[in-house]
């Protein structure tokens, strides 16, 4: 039955999240009498999903299949006894922290923020592929996916999820060199190696690392020297099987100016894209969210919340604060009624946003003589997609939407194009004097 549970499973996930969950999972010990099913598992974060979210499915299909009652526990792989996991209360309580342990000196500069951890991280439809990977990195780190690529909007959870790997590992084996940076600090340090001679230094910290974060590629500095440094570590880290993370708005072929062997380099590994959640993963995240706090909020209000912010996770988390803050102000429950007025003026700014985008492209139709239709069309014909590729750019810069909501606002266009769009004329308002002189007027009109 256990084969059987794990066909069914290999069918409702996909490979990478397989591998995490099932590879190093297998049942210990039955006893007929208890029912007790002894399973062994890798890690906690893989018993922390088992108990939240296989345990019960094994139960049900265990009782289907083969029409055996089993009382699911698990083991940690080289701990003793199991902990039972029917005896715990349905609300688990928090584990208490472990003091943290005196970091080496090679990380006691790494800035983790302490809530980017597995445990908090909810998955759902958007993210299950990318979490199910940085799993499997932090698992077995430089053997699977190396590297591993995160791409997606922004205010999705890259740098959360990228974080938990750093926790994880360091939580495995507190002397593990880890390394955790923006690229704009790796241009940064290269810069004063140089000035201070401290270039040893500098490759000692990059290139000896287990496992190396680099947060927000897409920012990566377009000089020569910078990527060909970056080269020199990825290869060395790469050749001694170190782990290597990053994370980007966007995938590595369409970071303008990334030179061809980084561009190839990024892609041997495993690119994974990470997607606006939906819905039900909204509700889970504020729920989370919420019993962090302490709050007690009823579904419907959840349901309300989540529903007002659809795209950005940090905007989600910021929706939670503001009706947090309007009910301590008011003295009152949080309810509905509550977070509809606490929300009204983020529903404003959605809605002048909403407006704005339709606003550019009505302005930018009008200045090119065509009709917001093309605009929002497919034709391919120059005198079509140059203004839809300004009007793309304009929404970019002067509102805050994010790209697939660009995307949406233009007939459902995919993100990526609307990236392209905004690549390609930041690019021509440097050296097309018309799409310059175009970019200008239509910026004044807009702005009256
Ligand atoms: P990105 O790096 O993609 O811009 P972040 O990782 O900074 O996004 O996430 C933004 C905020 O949303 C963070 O506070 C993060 O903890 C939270 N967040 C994102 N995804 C999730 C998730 N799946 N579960 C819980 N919190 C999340
Ligand atoms: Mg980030």
Redesign the pocket.
Known sequence: FWQHFNNEMREQFNEVAYNAWFKNTRPLSFDKNSHELVIAVQNPVTKGYWEKNLASQLIQSAYGYAGMEILPTFQIEGEAGPERFFNSTPHQEEKPTPAPSPRDEFTKDLRL?D??TFD?????EG?KLA?GAALAVADSPGSFYNPLFIF????????????AIGHQMLAERPHAKVVYIQSETFVNDFINSIKNKTQDQFREKYRTCDLLLV??IQFFAKKEGIQEEFFHTFETLYNDQKQIVM?S?RLPTEIPDLSERLVSRFTWGLQVE?TP?DLE?RI??LQ??AEGEGLSIDDNTLDYIASQVDT???E??GALVKVQAHATIERQDINVTLAREALVDLKLVQKTRGLQISKIQEVVANYFQTSTAELKGKKRVRQIVVPRQIAMYLARELTDSSLPKIGQEFGGKDHTTVMHACDKIQQQIKTDAEIKTAVFDLKQMLDR
Not at 152 to 163: C, S, W
């Open positions: 923020n809530k980017y908090n991280f909810v998955q759902g993210n979490a997606g909007g922004v205010g999705l959870g890259k740098t959360h999820l990228m974080q947060d927000d994370t708005d990470i959640p993963t889970a995240i989370k969210k950005n996770i940090r989600l988390e």
